[in-house]
Protein backbone atom coordinates (compact mmCIF):
# COMPACT_ATOMS: atom_id res chain seq x y z
CA UNK A 1 0.00 0.00 0.00
CA UNK A 2 0.62 3.63 -0.28
CA UNK A 3 2.09 5.46 1.88
CA UNK A 4 3.59 8.59 3.63
CA UNK A 5 6.61 8.09 6.20
CA UNK A 6 7.90 10.55 8.73
CA UNK A 7 11.48 10.13 10.61
CA UNK A 8 12.39 10.97 13.22
CA UNK A 9 9.05 11.06 14.97
CA UNK A 10 10.28 12.32 17.99
CA UNK A 11 13.11 14.48 18.24
CA UNK A 12 15.05 16.88 20.68
CA UNK A 13 17.89 19.06 20.21
CA UNK A 14 19.14 21.81 21.50
CA UNK A 15 18.73 25.87 20.26
CA UNK A 16 21.34 26.47 17.39
CA UNK A 17 21.51 23.43 15.93
CA UNK A 18 20.63 22.12 12.37
CA UNK A 19 17.90 19.47 12.54
CA UNK A 20 16.49 17.99 9.34
CA UNK A 21 13.12 16.06 9.31
CA UNK A 22 12.30 13.30 6.49
CA UNK A 23 9.46 12.98 4.37
CA UNK A 24 8.88 9.98 2.07
CA UNK A 25 5.62 8.69 0.04
CA UNK A 26 5.11 5.74 -2.10
CA UNK A 27 2.48 7.75 -3.35
CA UNK A 28 4.45 9.65 -6.83
CA UNK A 29 2.19 12.84 -5.77
CA UNK A 30 3.08 15.59 -7.54
CA UNK A 31 2.28 18.00 -4.29
CA UNK A 32 3.73 17.88 -0.66
CA UNK A 33 3.56 19.51 2.32
CA UNK A 34 4.99 20.58 5.60
CA UNK A 35 2.70 22.15 8.54
CA UNK A 36 2.88 22.42 12.12
CA UNK A 37 0.28 22.01 14.51
CA UNK A 38 0.32 24.18 17.81
CA UNK A 39 -2.36 24.42 20.28
CA UNK A 40 -4.59 26.75 19.42
CA UNK A 41 -3.52 27.74 15.81
CA UNK A 42 -4.46 24.17 14.04
CA UNK A 43 -2.06 23.11 11.14
CA UNK A 44 0.24 26.21 9.57
CA UNK A 45 1.80 25.40 6.05
CA UNK A 46 5.33 25.72 6.64
CA UNK A 47 6.63 24.98 2.45
CA UNK A 48 5.02 23.18 -0.25
CA UNK A 49 6.26 21.86 -3.43
CA UNK A 50 4.38 20.85 -6.65
CA UNK A 51 7.08 18.77 -8.10
CA UNK A 52 10.45 18.44 -8.61
CA UNK A 53 12.88 21.69 -8.17
CA UNK A 54 9.83 23.27 -7.24
CA UNK A 55 9.39 24.67 -3.93
CA UNK A 56 7.33 27.72 -2.09
CA UNK A 57 7.35 29.46 1.11
CA UNK A 58 3.96 29.16 3.53
CA UNK A 59 2.74 31.35 5.99
CA UNK A 60 5.03 30.43 8.69
CA UNK A 61 8.25 30.08 6.56
CA UNK A 62 11.22 32.02 8.40
CA UNK A 63 13.48 29.69 9.80
CA UNK A 64 12.44 26.92 7.77
CA UNK A 65 14.32 25.38 3.74
CA UNK A 66 12.77 22.69 1.88
CA UNK A 67 14.22 20.82 -1.54
CA UNK A 68 12.72 18.97 -4.05
CA UNK A 69 15.41 16.51 -6.07
CA UNK A 70 12.57 13.86 -6.72
CA UNK A 71 8.69 13.11 -6.52
CA UNK A 72 9.07 10.75 -3.62
CA UNK A 73 10.92 13.22 -0.91
CA UNK A 74 10.72 16.42 0.49
CA UNK A 75 13.13 17.10 3.60
CA UNK A 76 12.52 20.02 5.87
CA UNK A 77 15.80 21.95 7.77
CA UNK A 78 15.84 24.24 10.74
CA UNK A 79 18.91 25.92 9.86
CA UNK A 80 19.18 27.15 13.58
CA UNK A 81 16.59 25.73 15.80
CA UNK A 82 14.73 27.53 18.13
CA UNK A 83 12.36 27.45 21.56
CA UNK A 84 9.70 28.89 18.97
CA UNK A 85 9.90 25.84 16.75
CA UNK A 86 8.96 23.41 18.71
CA UNK A 87 5.78 21.64 17.56
CA UNK A 88 4.55 18.85 15.58
CA UNK A 89 5.50 18.67 12.33
CA UNK A 90 3.24 16.84 9.87
CA UNK A 91 4.44 16.06 6.28
CA UNK A 92 1.26 15.45 3.44
CA UNK A 93 1.40 15.36 0.04
CA UNK A 94 -1.66 15.13 -2.76
CA UNK A 95 -2.74 14.94 -6.41
CA UNK A 96 -4.29 17.92 -7.70
CA UNK A 97 -7.91 18.12 -7.09
CA UNK A 98 -7.33 14.94 -4.65
CA UNK A 99 -7.32 14.63 -0.66
CA UNK A 100 -4.48 15.45 1.30
CA UNK A 101 -2.87 12.33 2.85
CA UNK A 102 -0.46 12.68 6.34
CA UNK A 103 2.29 11.32 7.63
CA UNK A 104 1.90 10.22 11.35
CA UNK A 105 4.07 13.35 12.52
CA UNK A 106 7.29 14.13 14.16
CA UNK A 107 7.65 15.90 16.98
CA UNK A 108 9.97 17.93 17.87
CA UNK A 109 11.91 19.86 21.01
CA UNK A 110 13.72 22.50 21.31
CA UNK A 111 15.70 22.92 24.50
CA UNK B 1 -6.78 37.57 9.82
CA UNK B 2 -6.94 33.66 9.38
CA UNK B 3 -8.25 33.27 6.46
CA UNK B 4 -10.41 30.24 7.94
CA UNK B 5 -12.16 30.39 11.14
CA UNK B 6 -13.48 28.06 13.15
CA UNK B 7 -15.19 28.13 16.86
CA UNK B 8 -12.68 26.12 18.73
CA UNK B 9 -15.26 24.65 21.33
CA UNK B 10 -15.01 22.19 22.99
CA UNK B 11 -18.77 21.48 21.81
CA UNK B 12 -20.27 18.87 23.82
CA UNK B 13 -23.08 16.84 22.23
CA UNK B 14 -24.73 13.93 23.89
CA UNK B 15 -24.93 10.49 22.41
CA UNK B 16 -27.50 9.97 19.95
CA UNK B 17 -27.59 13.73 18.83
CA UNK B 18 -26.57 16.03 15.42
CA UNK B 19 -23.21 17.41 16.13
CA UNK B 20 -23.35 20.81 13.94
CA UNK B 21 -20.15 22.33 12.57
CA UNK B 22 -18.98 25.64 11.30
CA UNK B 23 -16.33 26.72 9.35
CA UNK B 24 -16.01 30.68 7.14
CA UNK B 25 -13.26 31.25 4.80
CA UNK B 26 -12.35 34.82 3.43
CA UNK B 27 -10.84 33.28 0.03
CA UNK B 28 -13.75 33.86 -2.77
CA UNK B 29 -11.61 31.95 -4.87
CA UNK B 30 -11.53 28.99 -3.00
CA UNK B 31 -11.95 25.44 -5.26
CA UNK B 32 -13.45 23.21 -2.84
CA UNK B 33 -13.61 22.13 0.93
CA UNK B 34 -12.18 19.46 3.37
CA UNK B 35 -13.49 18.11 6.26
CA UNK B 36 -10.85 16.32 8.46
CA UNK B 37 -11.35 14.25 11.59
CA UNK B 38 -8.19 14.46 14.06
CA UNK B 39 -7.51 12.50 16.94
CA UNK B 40 -5.53 13.46 20.05
CA UNK B 41 -1.76 12.46 19.20
CA UNK B 42 -2.85 11.26 15.67
CA UNK B 43 -2.73 12.56 12.35
CA UNK B 44 -5.60 13.96 10.54
CA UNK B 45 -7.76 11.85 8.49
CA UNK B 46 -10.65 12.91 5.62
CA UNK B 47 -13.76 12.51 6.32
CA UNK B 48 -15.33 14.17 3.28
CA UNK B 49 -14.60 17.05 0.65
CA UNK B 50 -17.33 19.37 -0.92
CA UNK B 51 -16.96 21.20 -4.49
CA UNK B 52 -20.45 22.83 -4.98
CA UNK B 53 -23.05 24.75 -3.36
CA UNK B 54 -25.60 22.30 -1.80
CA UNK B 55 -24.91 19.70 0.42
CA UNK B 56 -23.45 16.29 0.32
CA UNK B 57 -23.70 13.06 2.21
CA UNK B 58 -21.98 10.45 3.05
CA UNK B 59 -23.19 8.14 5.65
CA UNK B 60 -23.70 9.65 9.06
CA UNK B 61 -21.80 12.99 7.88
CA UNK B 62 -23.39 15.40 5.70
CA UNK B 63 -21.10 18.61 4.25
CA UNK B 64 -22.93 21.89 3.24
CA UNK B 65 -21.28 24.84 1.87
CA UNK B 66 -22.95 28.17 0.50
CA UNK B 67 -20.47 29.91 -1.21
CA UNK B 68 -22.48 33.04 -1.45
CA UNK B 69 -21.85 33.58 2.45
CA UNK B 70 -18.50 32.11 2.62
CA UNK B 71 -19.25 29.21 5.13
CA UNK B 72 -19.41 25.52 5.04
CA UNK B 73 -20.45 22.95 7.48
CA UNK B 74 -20.50 19.58 8.89
CA UNK B 75 -23.23 17.59 9.90
CA UNK B 76 -22.23 14.47 12.15
CA UNK B 77 -25.93 12.47 12.78
CA UNK B 78 -26.42 9.73 15.82
CA UNK B 79 -22.85 11.04 17.45
CA UNK B 80 -21.13 8.15 18.90
CA UNK B 81 -18.56 8.35 21.53
CA UNK B 82 -15.92 7.22 18.72
CA UNK B 83 -16.91 10.88 17.31
CA UNK B 84 -14.73 12.42 20.10
CA UNK B 85 -11.98 14.07 18.27
CA UNK B 86 -10.81 17.58 16.81
CA UNK B 87 -12.80 18.68 13.12
CA UNK B 88 -10.27 20.53 10.87
CA UNK B 89 -12.19 22.24 7.95
CA UNK B 90 -9.92 23.16 4.86
CA UNK B 91 -9.90 25.19 1.73
CA UNK B 92 -8.02 24.42 -0.93
CA UNK B 93 -7.25 26.67 -3.90
CA UNK B 94 -4.66 25.69 -6.38
CA UNK B 95 -3.79 22.41 -4.71
CA UNK B 96 -3.01 24.39 -1.53
CA UNK B 97 -4.96 23.53 1.73
CA UNK B 98 -5.02 25.89 4.15
CA UNK B 99 -6.59 24.99 7.32
CA UNK B 100 -9.17 26.41 10.15
CA UNK B 101 -7.64 25.74 13.86
CA UNK B 102 -10.25 22.90 14.66
CA UNK B 103 -13.38 22.47 16.66
CA UNK B 104 -12.84 19.92 19.47
CA UNK B 105 -16.20 17.54 19.81
CA UNK B 106 -16.95 15.56 23.18
CA UNK B 107 -19.75 12.88 22.84
CA UNK B 108 -20.71 11.93 26.15
CA UNK B 109 -23.07 9.24 26.77
Known amino acids: DAEITQSPRHKITETGRQVTLACHQT?????MFWYRQDLGHGLRLIHYSYGVQDTNKGEVSDGYSVSRSNTEDLPLTLESAASSQTSVYFC??????????FGEGSRLTVL | QKEVEQNSGPLSVPEGAIASLNCTYSDRGSQSFFWYRQYSGKSPELIMFIYSNGDKEDGRFTAQLNKASQYVSLLIRDSQPSDSATYLC?????????FGAGTQVVVTP
Open chain 1, 92 to 101: ASSESGGELF
Open chain 1, 27 to 31: WNHNN
Open chain 2, 90 to 98: AEVRWGKFQ
